[in-house]
């Protein structure tokens, strides 16, 4: 992408993403806190352009009329009339222009009805998926069903490798520990969990992840590997053999993992 991309920390594990160009123009993603964000742009000398909505959550919207009122900046989001502030409500397909760049609009649901991703179509694509996918993980199911989040995922799963995945939270040792117990003998995620460890130790974030990353580690999006079938089947956690079965399984054992 030409533009810079860079975390905002909010709240206890929040990231709201900040995209910027050369014209000193941003743009930021799911600001829950609004505080953060103009400290940030205070401080580097940014004018916000646009928001970009994921879903409904206050944690991804608490700052967005703070933020629209004192910089006049235009708002995109989720065909939800209950999210306030939007002025350009978006659809399954729409693609929309920020900054010079081009996004796709991907309905996700799942975590939540409404929640939509943002996809950058470029050699080095761009994935901003707030709490759909995670590094290793992936959201729980407030208003979503089973069907509904597995094809979310696997609409996620066949996207270029190289797309850096951007979402919305840091979970991701968490999320790598009930991988390991979902995959015991997935060599790749032992590695990454043991590279990851060092990042979080020195304060760097783990995301973005990318595709290829998240295919290879990542239990949600590995629902078909005979691995994970036969340890829910030791686990006495299957109760069909289906993908959105096997999916609803797993994500059942992690609520209480």
Known sequence: MSVSISPIPAFQDNYIWLLEDTQHR?????????????????ERGLDLHAIL????HP????????????????????????????????KDGDQIDVLGESFEVLE???????????????????????????????????????PLMYQSLARLAALPP???????????????????????????????????????AAGEPTVPSS????????PFLRCGE????EQLQREDRLTGDAPHEIFAALRRWKDNF
């Open 226 to 229: 005979p691995t994970i079938v």
């Open 162 to 200: 190289q797309t850096a995945v951007y979402c919305a939270h840091e979970y991701t040792l968490a999320n790598l520990a009930f991988a390991r117990a979902a995959e015991p003998g997935n060599s790749a995620i032992t590695a990454r969990i043991e590279d990851l460890e060092t990042v979080r």
């Open 108 to 146: 996700v649901g799942g975590h939540t009805l409404d929640h939509i991703a943002y996809l950058s179509h470029t050699s080095e694509p761009a994935l901003f998926c707030g709490d759909t996918l995670f590094v290793a993980g992936c959201g729980r199911m407030f208003e979503g069903t089973p």
């Open 59 to 90: 944690d991804h919207v608490g700052g967005v009329l703070t933020l629209k009122t004192a910089t006049g900046c235009k708002v995109y989001g989720p065909r939800n009339p209950e999210i306030e502030g939007i002025d350009h409500p978006l």
């Open 53 to 56: 909505i994921t879903h409904h």
């Open 211 to 218: 595709i290829a990353w998240e295919l290879k580690t990542n």
């Open 26 to 42: 941003a743009v930021v993603v799911d600001p829950g806190d609004a505080e953060p964000v103009q400290a940030v742009l205070a």
